[in-house]
């Protein structure tokens, strides 16, 4: 079946390091990937977006990359600030019937220590 | 900046009553997105529409939930009879096109069932 994998345990750093998130899948072929933050009782928000025949991109202080050979996502912040502690979402697409299909992980918590 | 407004923010009901939330997506945006996401885990996709047609629906729990967007603009979500297992945040979002990948996630709304 399936499957998406984030790190359940909450990741904790300190501040002015560089924080890296990882998001495993299996049994997919996804025709891009996205990271999403989202803070207690909010509604997630959109960062980056990677698409299959892409292996890096950056926005800022965020830096994604894709290897769809190991299956597996790393997203990075650089020069992590206490303001970059939150839930952090990855979520892969696939093509179905002339749309895309998203699916979640479950996310994995970072805490930036000042 | 446009956002996606959902109601309520909060509701609480007993278990077997019935209970709607509404959501109404970015102006012009044609892809529409329900999802539940409960306490720790990654939001589920329940519902897709590309204006007022299901796109999937594969994870809708079809004895209990429904979704409509009669006009392809805003959406309701209803559940009947809601059980203890509904308890969860319901979210909405919404994207430009069926190939406009970023999602614009509404606030949520947070359902207790008692």
């Known amino acids: 079946s399936q499957k998406i994998e984030q790190n359940s345990e909450a990741l904790n750093i300190q501040e002015g390091k560089t924080a890296t998130l990882t998001c495993n899948y299996t049994n997919y072929s996804p025709a891009y990937l996205q990271w999403y933050r989202q803070d207690p009782g909010r509604g997630p928000v959109f960062l980056l977006l990677?698409?299959?025949?892409?292996k890096e991109k950056r926005k800022e202080r965020l830096k994604v990359t894709f290897d769809t050979t190991l299956k597996q996502s790393l997203f990075h912040i650089t020069a992590s600030q206490p303001a970059d502690s939150a839930t952090y979402l990855c979520a892969l697409s696939h093509a179905s019937g002339g749309s895309y299909i998203p699916t979640f992980g479950r996310g994995t918590s970072l805490i930036v220590h000042p | 900046e446009a956002e996606v407004a959902q109601s309520p923010r909060y509701k609480i009901t007993e278990k077997s009553q019935a209970v709607a939330f509404w959501c109404d997506p970015i102006?012009?945006?044609?892809?529409l997105y329900w999802y539940r996401q409960i306490l720790g885990q990654g939001p589920e996709l329940l519902v897709q529409?590309?204006?007022?047609?299901?796109?999937?629906d594969s994870q809708l729990p079809k004895d209990r939930f429904s979704a409509e967007r009669l006009k392809g603009v805003d959406s309701t979500l209803k559940i009947q009879p809601a059980e203890l297992g509904d308890s969860a945040m319901y979210l909405c979002?919404?994207?430009?096109?069926?190939?406009?990948?970023?999602?614009?996630f509404g606030p949520g709304t947070r359902l207790l069932v008692l």
């Open positions: 979002a919404s994207s430009l096109f069926r190939d406009q990948e970023t999602q614009y």
């Open positions: 990677i698409r299959e025949n892409e």
């Open positions: 529409f590309q204006d007022e047609s299901v796109v999937d």
């Open positions: 102006s012009g945006h044609a892809t």
